[in-house]
Structure formats: structure tokens, C-alpha cells
């Protein structure tokens, strides 16, 4: 058979399943491609069946390196029907991880998949992405996937856990640690997606529930899931079991609404800086420009502000996956330091981490200085001082707009669509707003004396 049959062949076939994607519904689901013996090449899943599947059937459809080869490969395209995304993610994960497809083993390019792995064998269960699930501090946990895409993953983990309020930092938490009552929660329990067993918020018979909970939404559907909880809170309404009834009720809601929180996701906008790009995606573009395989849930960012060495103020802002967290907003006046902006960093920052440097609070994942190289060793020098030390310091010079390391002697310069550098502008921005919105209230007070 020469090319041109081979071509007229493929597009024979071509029309015919761009034809059979047309009556798919518009819904979500997991399609499976087979080849002529009926082997599975590739498993993927989908918020609208009728629109992905079809995508791979257009004239002119390029659907990357690894799965162009694919395409002339498919015989026919089964599909399941889910009740929404979130089902749709966990068949995708299970049905891989049972057939384990050709193409999907081809997809991250030699990488593992990454997994949900629930340390269930802890007093305090964490929920952690990983794709090292047999790494010892995995060992005894309870493990799901694998899962194709990293992305949605981290942002159904990050849904979720409005919904369960599990932990996802690796602190060692024990129920009779005593110095529990000291410790300052971190800005997830502030905005209500960790229940904080770190500062006793929390007992551990009520964190197992949770977690459990959470245990049985990813082994169940969740219209089953949703009906289980129904009768639940019932029978507590019967009992006179009125608090743990309102419980129950909040859950359902919440996971009712679910779905839509993935297709209404609000955009936001600060006071100086409209950033209405996806803020998950740029905290990956920002990951990767920094090389850091951490999640960067929590950023805070700082600026100083004077006017000829007068009323010397600092600004901390906060941001928590990717949007402003106001409550989490600080304004420093500077004792130490009139007219030199080095001496203000490092006086608001030991100030600002005294009690995450003697273990009493976490830092945030990203610290964020306005200025250059001077700036952020400033910053460090403040930080010096302190027993346990932040993951990760960074500065971002104005002019130029170049990201300095502490770990590397020359700067990042990354394009200007970046959307890591976007969002690390946003932030920076909005720290340099707040400390002179600060500064200009004290000019006003010292002025007209009030």
C-alpha cells in the first residue's frame, strides 16, 4: 500500500469518527481509544465528550508529539458518561492504572504519574501529591492513581480540601504535644481549607471523620457519596443531633457545588493590577522558572516606602493560590532605620518571622522582595538571625524586571508574557500600593496633626 492509500485510508476513517463524535453528548466522561485488535492506546477524560473526542478527528487537529503518532493507530472510540469532572478525573486514574495504555505510558515522556497519597498510618493524616508514592514517607499510606494530569489533580486536591479541610503540610503532629497551643496556624486555616490539628483546632476523633470522609468521596460516586450523607444528616436532625446535622448539610452543599466551582472560578482584580489569567497556571510557569518542585500555595511579598528618609514604613502582602488574601495583609513602621532601605528589610523581616524562626509557625512557600540583589541579601541577613529558615527567597528587581536567587549568583530574565513573571509583578505591585497607601496616611497625620 503506497502513501496515498495509506492517506485516502486514514481519512476514510477520519470522517467516520468525526461523525460518531458528533453524537456524543456534551458532557463529562472518559473516552478510550482502540485500536483494531480492540487494544487500548490512550485513556483521557473530558468536561464535555462531544467536544474533546471530536478534537482529535478535525482536519487539521495537531494533538502534540506523543499522540500524533496515535491517531492513524485508532480503530474505534469507547466512551463512559460521568456525573461531572470530578468522577471523571478518578475513572481516568483507575481505568489507566488498570490497563495501562501505550500511549498514556508515552505521555510524560519517561516521568512517573503523580499520585494522591493519604498518610492514614499518622494521627493527623496529610493529603499529599506526589509522584514518588514509594518514598518512606509514603510507606503504610493510602494511595490513588495514577493520574495524567498533574494540574487537574493539584487543583481537585486544592478544592477539595474546602470541603474536608485536610492537612497538606508535612509538620510531624502529635495529639499530647504540648507546645500544639502555641502555635500560629498557617493562611490555609485562616481562609477555611485546613482545620489546623497543628494548633489544636481540631480533636483528632474529629480530623479521622474528616479524612475518612474524604477517603470514601474518592472511592465513591458521588451521587452515592451525596446520598450516604443525606441520610446521615437526617438521622442526626432526628436525634436532636442539630450541630452535627448543620455539618453534614455544609458538606453536601459544598460538594454539590463543586462543579461549579471549576467552571465559575471568579477572576480578581487588586486595586493597581487587573491579573485575570488562570492564577494555577501561572504558579506552574512560576515553579518552573524557579526550579522549585514545591507547591507555591502561599506568597507574601515586601516593599518599603519613605520620602526623604521620613516616615519610613514596610508593606507585607499575601497571596494564597494565587489571589490576594487581605486578612493576611500587614503595615510595619520602621524603628531601626530612617533612610536606608537595607536596614528596613531587615528589620521588618526578622520582625515579621520571629515566631516562624523558633518553630512556632510555618513560613509562607515563596517570600517575595521588591528590589535587587542588595535588597534580598538584606532580607536574608534578617533572616540569618533566626533558628529555621524559609524554602525560598527570591527578589524582583523594577527596571529590568530580573528575578534574583539566593541560590544562584546571576539573575532569571524571563520574557514578558511570562506568566510566572506576571504573577510575581501582580504581587510585587500590590506590596509596593499598600506600603505607600501606608506612607501617604502618615505623611497626612504628621502634617495636619491628627
Not at 470522517?15 to 466522561?29: I, M, N, R
Not at 469532572?85 to 510524560?108: F, V
Not at 493527623?124 to 492513581?145: I, N, Q
Not at 510557569?285 to 514596610?314: P, Y
Request: glycine share 6%; proline share 3%; net charge neutral.
Amino acid at each position: 500500500m503506497n502513501n496515498e492509500d495509506i492517506a485516502s485510508k486514514w481519512e476514510k476513517k477520519r470522517e467516520k469518527l468525526a461523525e460518531f463524535s458528533l453524537l456524543l453528548p456534551d458532557t463529562a466522561g472518559v473516552y478510550l481509544m482502540h485500536d483494531t485488535d480492540g487494544e487500548i492506546l490512550y485513556i483521557g477524560k473530558a468536561g464535555s465528550l462531544k467536544k474533546r473526542v471530536g478534537s482529535y478527528f478535525r482536519k487539521s487537529t495537531d494533538v502534540g508529539p506523543w499522540k500524533q503518532g496515535m491517531l492513524a493507530e485508532i480503530n474505534d472510540v469507547e466512551t463512559i458518561d460521568c456525573e461531572d469532572d470530578w468522577e471523571a478525573l478518578l475513572l481516568e486514574s483507575r481505568l489507566i492504572k488498570d490497563h495501562r495504555p501505550k500511549y498514556n505510558s508515552m505521555q510524560l515522556d519517561g516521568k512517573t504519574y503523580p499520585y494522591i497519597a493519604v498518610t492514614v498510618k499518622d494521627e493527623f493524616p496529610g493529603v499529599f501529591v506526589t509522584r514518588s508514592p514509594g518514598d518512606k514517607e509514603f510507606k503504610g499510606a493510602k494511595l490513588f492513581g495514577p493520574f495524567a494530569s498533574s494540574w487537574a489533580l493539584n487543583n481537585a486536591v486544592h478544592m477539595l480540601q474546602t470541603i474536608y479541610k485536610f492537612r497538606t503540610c508535612t509538620l510531624v503532629i502529635r495529639e499530647d504535644d504540648k507546645t500544639n497551643r502555641f502555635f500560629r496556624p498557617c493562611l490555609l486555616h485562616a481562609i477555611k481549607r485546613c482545620s489546623a490539628p497543628c494548633a489544636n483546632r481540631i480533636s483528632r476523633e474529629e480530623y479521622k471523620s474528616e479524612i475518612d470522609q474524604f477517603l470514601k468521596f474518592m472511592q465513591s460516586k458521588r451521587s452515592v457519596m451525596l446520598r450516604d450523607l443525606k441520610n446521615k444528616m437526617e438521622e442526626a436532625s432526628k436525634q436532636k443531633e442539630y450541630e452535627e446535622a448543620r455539618r453534614l448539610r455544609d458538606q453536601i452543599n459544598a460538594i454539590e457545588r463543586l462543579s461549579d466551582r471549576t467552571k465559575h472560578e471568579e477572576e480578581w482584580q487588586s486595586e493597581v493590577t487587573i491579573f485575570a489569567s488562570d492564577p494555577a497556571e501561572s504558579i506552574r510557569a512560576l515553579r518552573k522558572a524557579l526550579g522549585s518542585n514545591e507547591d507555591l500555595r502561599c506568597i507574601e511579598a515586601f516593599d518599603i516606602a519613605h520620602l526623604q528618609g521620613t516616615e519610613t514604613v514596610a508593606s507585607k502582602v499575601c497571596f494564597v493560590d494565587g489571589r490576594p488574601h487581605k486578612d493576611g495583609y500587614r503595615r510595619f513602621k520602621i524603628n531601626t532605620a530612617t533612610n536606608d532601605d537595607y536596614m528596613s528589610m531587615r528589620e521588618v523581616i526578622s520582625r515579621r518571622y520571629r515566631d516562624a524562626g523558633e518553630g512556632l509557625e510555618l513560613y509562607p512557600d515563596l517570600i517575595v522582595i521588591d528590589g535587587g540583589k542588595g535588597q534580598l541579601s538584606a532580607a536574608m541577613e534578617g533572616l540569618s538571625v533566626l533558628g529555621n529558615k524559609p524554602p525560598l527567597v527570591i527578589s524582583l528587581a523594577k527596571k529590568e524586571e530580573l528575578i534574583y536567587l539566593t541560590t544562584q549568583e546571576e539573575p532569571i530574565k524571563l520574557g514578558r508574557n511570562n506568566l510566572g513573571l506576571k504573577l510575581v509583578q501582580a504581587i510585587r505591585d500590590e506590596a509596593h500600593r499598600f506600603a505607600q497607601h501606608y506612607h501617604h496616611l502618615l505623611r497626612k497625620k504628621r502634617v495636619l496633626g491628627d
